[in-house]
C-alpha cells in the first residue's frame, strides 16, 4: 500500500505544449502534490513520421506518513519509461532522473514514431526517505495507467505494410487484478472486445476505438470468478479468439 501512496502522492503531473529544445525545463508554478492528469486521460497523440515532443513535469512531495510515522521524503528516481512507441526516448532535467524532496523537475519524450498503435508506458520509481532521520529502504513502484496512441499518416503507415489483424496473448496471464490485451490491424476502426467464461455467459463487453498497427485495451479482472476464460476480438466480420486464465494469489 505504501508504494502506490508514496508513488501517487509524489508526482504532480502536468502535459504542456510541444517544446523545440532537447531539454525540458521545469514548471516552477506547480505547488501542489497530486497526479494530473489523471489515468483515463492518457498522453496527447501523435502521428507516424511526425516529430512528437512532450513534457511530464514532476513535483516532488516534502513528507508524508505510514504508520502513523512522520515519513520526510529524500527523493524520487526516475529508474526507467518503457512501453514508448518506436522512435520515441525520454530524458529528465535533472538529467540523471534523481528529483530530491519538494523539488520540481521534468521529462521530456521526445522523438519521431515510426509505427502506429496504442502504446501503454511503465514509469518505473524508487522512492527514499526517512523516518526520525533512519533512512527507510528505497520503494519501487510501477506507474501503468498512461498511454500514447499514434496515429497513422496518410497513405500507408512505414511498418504496416505486412500487419494482419491479430490478437496476441494477454499479459499478464494468469491475471490477477487486471490484464493488457493486445492486438494488431492493418487498419483503425471500432474493435469490440469481449470475454466469455467456460459455460459461454458473457462477463464483458468493451468497443473500443482502435488505430492501425498495435493496439492495447486493459481489462480489469478483480471481480472475475477465478477460472479459464476465452477473450474474443471482433471487427467487421472478422472474430479472432484466445484463452486467458484469472487466478487469485
Given amino acids: ?3 502506490r501512496l508514496l508513488a501517487l502522492l509524489t508526482l504532480a503531473i502536468s502535459i504542456t505544449g510541444s517544446q523545440v529544445t532537447a531539454q525540458c525545463t521545469p514548471d516552477l508554478s506547480i505547488t501542489v502534490p497530486g497526479v494530473y492528469p489523471d489515468s483515463a486521460t492518457g498522453l496527447p497523440p501523435g502521428t507516424v513520421g511526425v516529430p512528437y515532443s512532450e513534457v511530464i513535469q ?32 525520454y530524458s529528465c532535467n535533472p538529467s540523471n532522473c534523481i528529483f530530491p524532496g519538494g523539488s520540481n523537475g521534468c521529462i521530456l519524450l521526445s ?15 524508487s522512492v527514499a526517505g526517512t523516518v526520525f532521520g533512519n533512512p527507510l529502504p528505497p520503494q519501487s513502484q510501477s506507474i501503468d495507467y498512461y498511454s500514447i496512441t499514434i496515429d497513422a499518416a496518410s497513405g500507408l503507415a512505414p511498418g504496416l505494410a505486412n500487419v ?8 499478464p496471464n494468469p491475471a490477477v487484478s487486471f490484464t493488457d490485451v493486445q492486438f494488431t490491424s ?12 467456460m459455460i459461454g455467459k458473457e462477463v464483458y463487453n468493451q468497443t473500443i476505438r482502435g488505430m492501425a498497427g498495435l493496439n492495447t485495451s486493459r481489462i480489469e479482472t478483480e471481480y472475475f ?5 476465452m477473450i474474443s476480438i471482433e471487427h467487421g466480420t472478422d472474430v479472432i479468439t484466445r484463452r486467458m486464465i484469472v487466478s487469485r494469489k
Avoid: C, R, W
Fill in 186 to 197: 492493418p487498419v483503425g476502426g471500432d474493435f469490440k472486445i469481449k470475454v466469455f467464461n
Fill in 58 to 89: 514532476v513535483k516532488v512531495l516534502t513528507d508524508t506518513s505510514q504508520g502513523g510515522f512522520p515519513v520526510v521524503i529524500t527523493s524520487i528516481t526516475i529508474t526507467g519509461v518503457t512501453g514508448l512507441p518506436p522512435g520515441l526516448t
Fill in 164 to 171: 494482419k489483424f491479430e490478437l496476441l496473448q494477454n499479459k
Fill in 225 to 229: 470468478t477465478p477460472g479459464i476464460y
Fill in 1 to 3: 500500500m505504501i508504494l
Fill in 111 to 125: 522523438g519521431t514514431p515510426s509505427v502506429a498503435g496504442t502504446f501503454m508506458l511503465n514509469v518505473d520509481v
